[in-house]
């Protein structure tokens, strides 16, 4: 018994000693953060790390396919064609592979290091017993740097490609996506359910056999039962795309009529922008001329008094 005692005292001691060096050890890295100074920095493509400056460089050969892949994106492609591209091309991934993967390309596309600012405190340790490093969701205080080092993306493209990522992700609920934006299919992200409002998904039938047909279901019937849409019904692909040929001759055999509501309203839109413009700028100058007028005033008595 009185060994068991002594070890359970040296133990308690022990997780002390090792709870007071982590948090020494976590102030230090946050003044190091403050500063700045990269922490745990594994590489990125494009850029080489100076130990001894600790300061990122651009690295042309490498920059050159990160803006192949910044500005593919904003043009609509999507990261998994991307990924074919650049693995036809031999281009060779952060991690000197040869093979690129859609997963590996929306990395890029999301770290902030390449239009030139740094995100510090992304994860953190929970135990400093076990070590185990969690993604930081708030819990820690994180440190946004802008203009650290060279940027090879300009502001604008990253922005632009931060949108497209956003909307692509997909409207999320309780922590759970709705649906994800695709341009995989002419009517991927186009149509949602009656019921719900869920966007549908495009679902094979009978794979590999005589009746395989391709249909478009709700994603919230297919993702979590019959019970979250239970009126959902599975909708064949050719009768969607005889309804949308229905849908075009009608607007075609009208298109006169509807051309003519499309540039009335184009109209009515740009002279209310132009009047609202035009009486947003008497009021700037009627505030000039009324300071103007004021100060005038104030010289008059002054020079009176």
């Known amino acids: 018994m009185a060994g068991e005692l002594l070890l359970t005292i040296l133990s308690s001691v022990a997780q002390q000693e090792s709870e007071t ?10 003044i190091k953060q403050q500063r700045g100074e990269l922490i745990g920095y594994n590489g990125c493509l494009g850029y080489t790390y100076n130990k001894e400056s600790k300061s990122l460089s651009v690295n042309e050969e490498e920059a050159e396919i990160v803006k192949y892949i910044f500005s593919r ?23 000197g592979l040869t093979v690129w993967s859609d997963s590996t390309v929306r990395r890029i596309l999301k770290n902030e290091k390449y239009k030139g600012d740094v995100l510090q ?19 820690e205080n994180m440190y946004y740097i802008k203009e650290h080092h060279q940027a090879i993306i300009e502001p604008e493209l990253f922005d632009k490609v ?28 186009r149509i949602y359910c009656g019921f719900c409002g869920t966007v549908l998904t495009r679902r094979n039938w009978n794979s590999g056999t005589k009746n ?58 740009i002279t209310k922008n132009s009047s609202d413009k035009l ?24 020079k009176n008094s």
């Open 212 to 269: 395989e047909a391709s249909v478009w279901h709700c994603m919230k019937f297919v993702k979590r039962g019959k019970t979250e849409c239970p009126k959902c019904k599975a909708i064949k692909e050719t009768i969607i795309e005889n309804c949308f040929l229905e849908a075009y001759k009608i607007l075609c055999s009208d298109k006169g009529e509807i051309v003519e509501k499309f540039i009335n309203r184009i109209n009515s839109v």
């Open 279 to 302: 009486i947003e700028n008497i009021n700037v100058e009627k505030q000039k001329l009324n300071s103007k007028m004021n100060k005038l005033i104030d010289l008059s008595l002054d």
């Open 121 to 139: 405190g992304k994860t953190y340790t929970t135990d400093p017993i076990t070590h185990k490093r969690v993604v930081n969701m708030g819990e």
């Open 73 to 95: 994106y904003a043009q609509g492609v999507g990261s998994s064609i991307i990924a074919k591209e650049l693995t036809n091309m031999k281009y060779q991934t952060p991690k």
């Open 21 to 30: 060096i982590s948090s020494h050890v976590k102030l230090g890295l946050k």
């Open 162 to 189: 931060q949108q497209i990522l956003e909307k692509r992700a997909g409207s999320r609920e309780k922590g759970k996506r709705k649906g994800n934006y695709s341009r995989k299919y002419p009517f991927s992200s």
